[in-house]
T-cell receptor, first 116, second 113 residues
Framework: GNSVTQMEGPVTLSEEAFLTINCTYT??????LFWYVQYPGEGLQLLLK?????DKGSNKGFEATYRKETTSFHLEKGSVQVSDSAVYFC???????????????FGQGTILTVHP | DGGITQSPKYLFRKEGQNVTLSCEQN?????MYWYRQDPGQGLRLIYY???????QKGDIAEGYSVSREKKESFPLTVTSAQKNPTAFYLC????????????FGEGSWLTVV
């Protein structure tokens, strides 16, 4: 079945530091890949997505590239801010078997804390 | 504004009681989902529905029930058979394309007392 593995947290950085959160996946076919962010006490918000190999998703300074050869979708940001403190989830939505209503499979989440 | 509305935000349940969590969307999405979130475990799929009057079990459906009588609504009932119901519950919806984004509501906190 499909699975997503994220680097374990928590991750603690100083403001303006470089961020990488690793994400690798196992899936049949050609899944779509997503990063969601969850702020304390809230639901999930889509941060970025990529739907095919070599696509780069980007939003709010965050980027992730869909690497089929390494089955990875690592999240990066060049300079983090205190307001980026949140939980980040990597997820995939499978396309195997012609499923048109994909179900998201999530990683376990990575807690990011950014200090001033 | 379009979106997904979950209610209540916080709910307390006594042992042995059934409770129902509401989820309404005005995005005209066909598919709707219920996820459960526990600390350190990410999100797990409880039930999902592709169209009205149809729904399927997810990975952890035991102790839960749903209905989909209207396109806009997908309520989740947490029954007394659910052994460990204290969790954060998230409702989501998506249009019918495998590449399209799944959108989430703000979540409901359920605590068993």
């Amino acid at each position: 079945g499909n699975s997503v593995t994220q680097m374990e947290g928590p991750v603690t950085l100083s403001e303006e530091a470089f961020l990488t959160i690793n994400c690798t996946y196992t899936a049949t076919g050609y899944p779509s890949l997503f990063w969601y962010v969850q702020y304390p006490g809230e639901g999930l918000q889509l941060l970025l997505k990529a739907t095919k190999a070599d696509d780069k998703g980007s939003n709010k300074g965050f980027e992730a590239t869909y690497r089929k050869e390494t089955t990875s979708f690592h999240l990066e940001k060049g300079s983090v801010q205190v307001s980026d403190s949140a939980v980040y989830f990597c997820a995939l939505k499978g396309n195997a078997g012609g499923t048109s209503y994909g179900k998201l499979t999530f990683g376990q989440g990575t807690i990011l804390t950014v200090h001033p | 504004d379009g979106g997904i509305t979950q209610s209540p935000k916080y709910l307390f349940r006594k042992e042995g009681q059934n409770v129902t969590l509401s989820c309404e969307q005005n995005l005209n999405h066909d598919a709707m989902y219920w996820y459960r979130q526990d600390p350190g475990q990410g999100l797990r799929l409880i039930y999902y529905s592709q169209i009205v009057n149809d729904f399927q079990k997810g990975d952890i459906a035991e102790g839960y029930s749903v209905s989909r009588e209207k396109k806009e609504s997908f309520p989740l009932t947490v029954t007394s058979a659910q052994k460990n119901p204290t969790a954060f519950y998230l409702c989501a919806s998506s249009p019918p394309n495998s590449g399209n984004t799944i959108y989430f509501g703000e979540g409901s906190w359920l605590t068993v007392v």
